[in-house]
């Protein structure tokens, strides 16, 4: 199956996601690796989306699910979030919420995802969002690129979020997606010859497989969690904002729902 019919395939599974679930799909993008901008030829398609109920819905006295786990295989992963847990999400500044947003694949959006586009980069909390992508790096390197024998695709698994950090210190916002974009803004000069090359073989291999440790990328690696780590901990913690525009935005799209 080509990738133009696996997209057209995504589009039919999102209309029946729709109807059996008498829901409507706000925003629904590529989330893993396509998005990011190094998928190997077997990627599995990440989709994720954003939807609404009916207004009843969330009247309900009984506790109800805000989670759609719709296919799970090697080719799709497919799952969503209910408005009201992304919108929940966003004012404690998870930083999924505008990984989601600022995808560059786009399968589906609406109107109304464009009213929460509006106001949720006002949500963006620096320190929040160095701590999640700093975090992340350190548990992949330490799980999988520390040793002398390496998982070599698990590379970019720790340099995408040290770049994420990297952009937010020195921009105060939300990370693009693209790892080119991070690479180009924020990679020192002389790691981008070792890095292109290991793009190359994961773009266009199936399995990057395991190697000998790239010892100038390590030791980049290293210094940055150094630097990143004594910038969080200098970040003064920031003040949550206010529910009000959340509130408002949500019953917005409740009377559009």
């Given amino acids: 199956m080509d990738e133009k019919e696996i997209i057209s395939r995504i589009q039919q599974k999102l209309t029946e996601i729709e109807e059996k ?16 901008g190094f998928a190997s030829p077997d990627s599995d398609f990440d989709v994720r989306f954003i939807y609404i109920r ?21 080719i799709y992963d497919i799952n969503g979030w209910d408005i009201q847990k992304a919108l929940r999400l966003l004012h404690n500044s998870n930083p999924t ?5 600022h995808s560059p694949i786009v399968y589906r959006t609406s109107e109304n995802w464009e009213k929460v586009r509006e106001i949720i980069n006002d949500y963006f909390l620096s320190r929040t969002g160095m701590n999640h992508y700093l975090s992340t790096a350190r548990h992949n390197y330490k799980e999988y690129i520390k040793g002398d024998e390496v998982k070599l695709k698990k ?15 020195d921009r105060g916002t939300p990370p693009p997606m693209l790892f080119s974009e991070l690479m180009n803004a924020e990679l020192d000069e002389n790691l981008f010859d070792p890095v292109n090359k290991l793009l190359e073989i994961k773009m266009r291999t199936s399995e990057l497989g395991t190697g000998k440790r790239i010892d100038v990328i390590n030791e980049y690696i290293e210094k940055q969690f150094e630097i990143l780590k004594e910038k969080l901990d200098s970040m003064e913690r920031e003040e949550q904002k206010s529910w009000e525009k959340l509130d408002e935005l949500f019953l917005s799209l409740l009377k559009n729902a």
């Fill in 21 to 36: 679930g008498d829901i409507k799909i706000l925003h629904c993008v590529e989330s893993g690796s396509r998005s990011w």
């Fill in 54 to 74: 009916k207004p009843e819905f969330y009247l309900k006295l009984g506790k109800t699910r805000d989670v759609i786990e719709w296919e799970l295989n090697d």
């Fill in 97 to 101: 919420v505008f990984e989601w947003n």
């Fill in 155 to 169: 590379y970019f698994y720790v340099l995408r979020p040290i770049l994420a950090c990297r952009w937010i210190m």
